[in-house]
């Protein structure tokens, strides 16, 4: 099956811990993303990479970090220094639907919980 | 990103009745895209609009770009139990950066 695998689904974090959210692809997709997603607050952009070894903050970086060593993989490590881990995370790819437009293919999520 | 509000935050419907969603720029909006997350699920693509004034149909569902390209709507016709879920525009600049709106949650009385 193509398509994207996010683990774990669940996952709690201890006060002071990072804990990395692992995201594998297996589309050929060149981009991929990380979204927070909190309730009534929509999909919030924290990092994307365009191409491997290359990527770039979203709107809401800090505490986050990312790494991008292969095409089909994209983890992303929430710090000690993200106050308000508790979300929704949602990694996706995507394919270029012309000039300046992806379409994005979303992974099944992780709901990371602090204890 | 491109900035876009989306209204209402929440719609609950009867069965058989129709269902609007509408996103809202300040600014012009290269493309517009619509996304549905069922309840549990994950965000799935819809469309994409790219031209003003521009109209699809997918079956019930009814996409419209505006004109000046600064709003666009999701119309569905007869609800059914199927339609549950948020329903999310976005729309994508120069850098691949998608800025969505905040969802429209959709819940459907059998």
């Known amino acids: 099956d193509g398509g994207i695998t996010q683990s774990p689904k669940y996952l709690f974090r201890k006060e002071g811990q990072n804990v990395t959210l692992s995201c594998e692809q297996n589309?050929?997709?060149?981009?991929m993303y990380w979204y927070r997603q909190d309730p009534g607050q929509g999909l919030r952009l924290i990092y994307y990479s365009q191409i491997v070894n290359d990527f770039q903050k979203g709107d809401i970086a800090e505490g986050y970090s990312v790494s991008r060593e292969k095409k089909e993989s994209f983890p992303l490590t929430v710090t000690s220094a993200q106050k308000n881990p508790t979300a929704f995370y949602l990694c996706a790819s995507s394919i270029s639907l012309g000039r300046e437009r992806q379409k994005l293919f979303f992974g099944s999520g992780t709901q990371l919980s602090v204890l | 990103g491109q900035q876009v509000m989306q209204i209402p935050q929440y719609q609950h419907v009867q069965e058989g009745e129709d269902f609007t969603t509408y996103c809202n720029s300040s600014t012009t909006l290269s493309n517009i895209q619509w996304y549905k997350q069922r309840p549990g699920g994950h965000p799935v693509f819809l469309i994409q609009?790219?031209?003003?004034?521009e109209v699809k149909k997918q079956k019930r569902l009814t996409f419209q770009f505006g004109e000046a390209k600064k709003n666009s709507s999701l119309h569905i016709t007869a609800t059914q139990t199927t339609d549950v879920g948020t329903y999310f525009c976005?729309?994508?600049?120069?850098?691949?950066?998608?800025?969505f709106g905040k969802g429209t949650l959709l819940t459907v009385n059998p």
């Open positions: 976005a729309s994508g600049g120069s850098n691949y950066k998608l800025t």
């Open positions: 609009l790219v031209k003003s004034g």
């Open positions: 589309l050929n997709h060149d981009a």
